[in-house]
């Protein structure tokens, strides 16, 4: 296994992928990772493509459709169409980057995972040693994220991960990732104003 | 070691300009670090440049960063990485020397370097007007003392004089009193500019180091004696006061005048025979001559003789008549209208001009034979080394000044012309080199005057006799432009007046951005130095004319150096 | 080729003639079925029985007890029961599939109807074959595929193991008598004699089993009426009308009504505590009545509180789905078990590297499958 033991948290398996993105598939019973949150997928022994959960799907059908009209819907009702009937949950997740051979690299995984590949929720550790790699150039996946909500997405994920960052001692971390994001975005400012103040919210959760 | 830590420190980096628009300086911080006028240095690779700041722009990477403050979207935190990146200031830059300082100390490369220079196969690198630029990203940083001490000398070597010190850092500025008088120099500034305090404390400089020797015409008897500040009351010590009487002599105007209620060291006394007829002719605006003066001034020294024209034209009476037997009234012998009709001149004209140069004969300090050639005393005084201030005294118009200043001066230039003759033809020693200060310059030197007298023909031409003007002056517009041109080091104070800023800035490089500084100097505290004198153009708030500055004087500290100071500085307590 | 409308539109005209003057008269014969009905219901039901007898191999309902003219009111509540729903479907082998297969497909779902948590999910997919050992190449017929199927489904129910001792209903989509006879093959009399096996499993274990039939054609209760009142069963060449319709004027939403015996050819097959009952029931919430029928055995029919908890269960599980009635979980188990055609490609692809594997020559799909599969016109 490529990745550090504590994090070691399945959470589904991969269903399809292309070199960008995959969609893993993964039980409603269980705790899915949260939206923004870092997981990541081993491709071989050497090497584990991380990626960001940038959407979780819940389809719906015509029972359900027939279902919420109805008055009184049993707890057991509810309970069947969450658990047995929206079977697999579908993540979307945005690739960010790899690690081979221990090196964590901020570029595109060599390749995708394969279908049925295990996905994994990423540990602090894990999350730490990821987003404090380089020079945070893979929030440029995140806001180059075209089929995705892009300030979302980001602010979800500078939480999870600033928190992370916090509680190993780097308190700087988040206004380096803000940093980031400005000088990317600053010649665009129609984009740049609304993702600062999502990432605003995000500092006072930060408490930052 | 704040002095070095600050040094080190970059304000900003080059992104753009070039030698005719000044270059562009994107800044790290506040542009509060930073003043027009500031001293800045650009380290690009090999070379080092230095120029002074012209002018600070806001500027923003997208306007609508600007118009908006950040701080009403956004916490404060978050507001002040986006203002970092998108809002800055740009500082331009007005290059003027670059220093060619060689390859990293460290590094192979620069052993070579030196080993090339040490060898002759390269000179040693002088700072010399920029003829390139620094590259993109050059790091910009605010001049220390060892740059300020680079171009424009240290404190602590001979002929460097600290005439005040950089406004942010409060780095010494020095002059090269050696090369100040090489050529004639002015001091400019608006009345309450300070002027007078800069004059005294380069005439103290000039006198301590004693390479020339000072005239001043003290028009308004304030460099002399001891004085008291307009403004503040206080005590303002003279040269005389400051250096003695044995280095510093106060001549005053008039057989027994007094200066300020003491005796000079000496009276100077004019004799009959000392005014000659160009003497008069450049009084023409003052007396309001015709211009038959000429012709009748001529006529006079025809009849009457050079050295005696003026006693014997005193001596005419005007009006006198005498009558004959038959009741006809006739000119007397003894009048002026007679010796015109002997003479040929028109009577009317004669008479003219002698009720006029009545303001002359009726002059104390001119007289039929003073008790001695005091004014070849106060010659022979400067070619000893002495230096002069001639106080007027109580003879404050511009009619005495302009006659005095203007005698005295023509007798020094025909006297250091034919010492220089000498000394060229190996007869003599070398001249001793005479700094002629004049304070009113305008008066002396505006455009009409300045064909007459002999001041323009000095600050022209004398250099090569050893004798230059330090021209002090509130309206340098008022100055004939040929002048004002070979004026080689200028300090200037505070200017209000577009002519003036436009005289004083006359010949030089960066005119247009040199301009706005000018009028926006803090006045009795900032100068700018200019010309020829000085390496580059550089602000600098001037040093106090205080007892300090006396004792720096007479301890014969380089003023402005303190070396237990710069030691604490460097190595800490 | 597109259909010919021009040639149709006279014959729809006519078709719906026909349909309105049909239903016209069968408003007329429906009243006098009802009248027929209360008068049945005042004759003893010992001689209602009697008459029909007398026609023993005509399928007709039988009078069990309850007056045939009774609309039982909906109980307030089932209370807590297990809830079981267990339904199939199957593959049926095609000479033109590359490997022809027959699968069953079954699911049970088990729900406790006090509880909140999630139902159980349980599926069980079985290939067949008419040899115990050996590769099905011949085909089975559809019939013994729908036995396997009804048998896998009772199967499935029996299975069920409650964790606690609620009492369980179990509901299958389908009639309780089956209408695949025991013919003379031996792997139909081996699913009918495990079928009623079964059964009687089921009634040692007490759960409420039932058939829901959601849109019954049925006419046993038209065909009692009609010996009652005539001595003879609807002739040969006049359609019966069907139960439902006449139910429809007799019970409210939620009623059901009486409970009958089936007589029918294969009563023999259900004896004692097998022998097939049921009622009907308005499963409408109000408006238009929705008369479903439900078969139950004699086990379950002769204990009140069974169909009682079975009555509201239904009731309480139509009302789930709103508008469109139908039990919920029944629906579910349907869902659970349905083959679709994308999972009957993968399965085929499945058994076909299977087949290479062990070196068996793939079979290929006919080619007038091949034709049909032929890709259809795509747009630049």
């Known amino acids: 296994m490529a990745n550090n033991p504590q994090m070691d948290v399945q959470v589904g398996r991969l269903l399809r992928a292309n070199t960008r993105a995959c969609v893993a598939g993964c039980q409603p019973a269980q705790r899915f990772p949260a939206f923004g949150a870092l997981v990541s997928i081993d491709l071989d022994e050497n090497t584990s493509a991380y990626g960001l959960v940038a959407d979780i799907h819940i389809d719906d059908d015509g029972l359900v459709r027939q279902l919420v009209t109805t008055p009184n819907i049993s707890e057991a009702v509810i309970q069947d169409n969450r658990v047995n009937r929206n079977v697999p949950v579908e993540l979307s997740i945005l690739f960010v980057g790899h690690r081979s051979a221990g090196v964590i690299s901020h570029r595109l995984p060599p390749r995708p995972p394969l279908s049925l590949d295990r996905v994994r929720a990423c540990g602090e550790g894990d999350i730490c040693a990821f987003s404090g790699a380089g020079r945070l150039g893979y929030l440029r996946f995140i806001l180059d994220a075209q089929d995705f909500p892009a300030a979302d997405l980001l602010a979800a994920h500078l939480l999870q991960a600033g928190r992370a960052q916090r509680d190993h001692g780097d308190s700087q971390w988040f206004a380096q990732a803000v940093d980031k994001v400005i000088t990317q975005l600053r010649s665009d400012y129609d984009r740049l104003m609304p993702i600062l103040e999502a990432l605003a919210d995000v500092q006072q959760e930060l408490g930052s | ?573 | 080729m597109p259909l010919n409308y021009l040639d149709l539109q006279p014959k729809i005209r006519a078709y719906a003639q026909r349909a309105a003057a049909v239903f016209s008269k069968q408003e007329t014969q429906l009243a006098e079925l009802l009248d027929w009905l209360h008068e049945c219901a005042a004759a003893p039901q010992s001689e209602v029985s009697e008459r029909c007898r007398q026609h023993n191999t005509t399928r007709c309902a039988l009078p069990a007890g309850e007056a045939v003219n009774s609309a039982h009111p909906a109980p307030s509540q089932a209370g807590a029961c297990i809830l079981l729903a267990a339904d199939g479907s199957q593959i049926i082998p095609s000479t033109h599939d590359a490997v022809p297969l027959a699968l069953v497909n079954t699911s049970l779902i088990s729900m406790n109807t006090a509880g909140s948590q999630p139902p159980g999910v349980r599926v069980v997919s079985e290939i067949l074959e008419m040899e115990p050992d050996g590769v099905e190449i011949e085909l089975l017929s559809e019939d013994l595929i729908n036995l396997r199927r009804d048998v896998a489904e009772i199967q499935i129910i029996q299975a069920y193991q409650p964790e606690d001792g609620l009492p369980v209903i179990a509901l299958r989509d389908g009639p309780l008598e089956l209408f695949h006879q025991p013919q003379e093959s031996r792997a139909f009399k081996n699913a009918f004699d495990e079928y009623i096996h079964l059964l009687k499993q089921l009634a040692a274990r007490d759960f409420s089993l039932a058939g829901y039939i959601d849109r019954s054609q049925s006419t046993t209760l038209t065909q009692m009426l009609t010996i009652f009142k005539t001595g003879q069963p609807v002739p040969r060449e006049r359609a019966a009308l069907a139960d439902k319709a006449l139910m429809a004027l007799l019970l409210a939403p939620g009623q059901r009504s009486a409970i009958f015996a089936l007589q029918s050819s294969s009563s023999q097959h259900y004896r004692d505590e097998l022998a097939v009952h049921f009622f009907y029931l308005n499963v409408s919430a109000g408006g238009k009545p929705y008369i479903v029928r439900v078969e139950i055995p004699a086990w379950v029919a002769r204990d009140t509180d069974k169909v009682n908890r079975l009555h509201a269960a239904l009731l309480e599980q139509c009302r789930m789905l709103g508008k469109r009635p139908y039990p919920y979980l029944l629906h579910r188990s349907h869902e659970e078990a349905v083959v679709h055609f994308d999972e009957k490609e993968q399965l085929q692809l499945s058994l076909q590297a299977e087949l290479l594997k062990q070196g068996v020559d793939i079979f290929q799909i006919s080619n007038k499958l091949a034709a049909k599969e032929l890709p259809k016109r795509t747009r630049m």
């Open chain 2, 1 to 573: 070691m704040i002095e070095l830590m600050e040094q080190n420190q970059a304000i900003g980096i080059v992104t753009s300009g070039g030698l005719k628009e000044n270059l562009q300086v994107r800044l790290n911080g506040s542009p509060q670090q930073v003043q027009e006028g500031s001293f800045i240095v650009i380290d690009s690779q090999d070379w080092k440049f230095y120029g002074i700041a012209t002018d600070l722009q806001l500027q923003s990477i997208d306007l609508r960063y600007a118009l908006e403050p950040s701080r009403t979207r956004l916490p404060e935190t978050l507001a002040n990485l986006l203002d970092c990146q998108t809002l800055y200031t740009n500082l331009v830059v007005l290059p003027s020397l670059m220093l060619e300082r060689g390859p990293e100390p460290e590094s192979p490369d620069y052993t070579a370097w030196r080993s090339t220079i040490d060898s002759g196969g390269k000179e040693e690198p002088r700072p010399m007007p920029v003829k390139s630029i620094p590259a993109h990203h050059a790091s910009v940083f605010l001049a220390g003392a060892g740059d300020v001490a680079e171009i424009f000398g240290k404190p602590t070597e001979e002929g460097n004089f600290v005439i005040g010190h950089t406004r942010e850092q409060d780095h010494p500025v020095c002059v090269n009193l050696d090369k100040l008088i090489q050529r004639s120099s002015g001091i400019f500034g608006a009345t309450g500019s300070g002027k007078s305090f800069l004059t005294r404390m380069l005439l103290a400089g000039l006198i301590d180091h004693n390479r020339a020797s000072v005239l001043v015409y003290d028009m308004h008897n304030e460099y002399g004696l001891d004085d008291t500040a307009s403004d503040t009351g206080e005590n303002v010590r003279g040269l005389r006061s400051g250096f003695g009487a044995s280095k510093v002599q106060v001549v005053g105007l008039g057989g027994s005048a007094t200066i300020r209620g003491s005796a000079p060291d000496f009276n100077l006394v004019l004799g009959y025979s000392d005014i000659l007829p160009e003497d008069v002719e450049l009084l023409t605006r003052e007396l309001n001559l015709k211009e038959t003066t000429a012709t009748v001034l001529d006529a006079l020294v025809q009849s009457l003789g050079k050295d005696k024209w003026f006693k014997s034209f005193k001596a005419m009476k005007r009006g006198s008549v005498i009558e004959s037997e038959d009741g006809k009234k006739t000119p007397a012998p003894d009048s002026v209208a007679f010796w015109a009709n002997q003479n040929g001149v028109n009577v009317m004209a004669a008479e003219g001009l002698h009720d006029k140069l009545r303001r002359l004969f009726n002059k104390a300090y001119i007289v039929e034979s003073p008790p001695a050639d005091s004014i070849q005393a106060l010659v022979e005084a400067l070619k000893k080394g002495k230096h002069i201030v001639l106080s007027f005294g109580d003879y404050e118009s511009d009619l005495d000044y302009l006659l005095v200043s203007n005698l005295l001066t023509r007798r020094i230039r025909a006297e250091w012309e034919q010492m220089t003759n000498q000394f060229r033809g190996k007869n003599g020693s070398e001249p001793r080199q005479l700094v002629i200060v004049v304070e009113e310059a305008h008066k002396l030197l505006n455009r009409e005057m300045a064909a007459q007298t002999t001041f323009s023909t000095i600050a022209r031409e004398m250099r090569k006799y050893y004798v230059t003007l330090l021209v002090i002056d509130q309206r340098p517009s008022q100055i004939y432009d040929e002048v004002m041109s070979q004026l080689g080091t200028r300090v200037c104070g505070w200017l209000g007046d577009e002519d003036d800023i436009h005289a004083v800035l006359s010949g030089l490089a960066g005119r247009e951005a040199l301009r706005g500084m000018l009028s926006r100097l803090q006045a009795k505290e900032e100068v700018l130095l200019l010309g020829w004198g000085v390496p580059m153009p550089i602000l600098v708030r001037s040093r106090r004319y205080d007892e300090q500055f006396w004792q720096d004087i007479k301890t014969s500290k380089k003023a402005g150096f303190d070396q237990a100071q710069a030691i604490k500085n460097l190595y800490g307590d």
